[in-house]
């Protein structure tokens, strides 16, 4: 009974953690595809938006993220 709800605990940490990484990702590449827009156009919108991808799964684990943060204070 014990090993079902470890099992259970371990499937739903792995589910948190990837709702997060989807969402900081996407989130990411939204807000640069909106600069680029809103700056540069099509060719903006597509170029920071990579960016943001790339930045986004750089600042999807949380120790990154925080000490992103933390640097900026």
């Known amino acids: 009974m014990a090993e079902e709800k470890q099992t259970v605990v371990h499937r ?8 997060w990484t989807v969402s900081v990702v996407i989130t990411a590449a939204a807000v640069g595809a909106r600069i680029g827009w809103q700056n540069h ?4 919108a597509v170029a920071l938006g990579f960016v943001g991808l790339v930045a ?11 000490e992103v943060l933390v640097g900026l204070i």
């Open 56 to 66: 986004g799964g750089f600042l999807s684990s949380p120790s990154i993220l925080l």
């Open 12 to 19: 739903l940490i792995s589910l948190v953690k990837i709702v």
């Open 41 to 44: 156009g099509v060719a903006g």
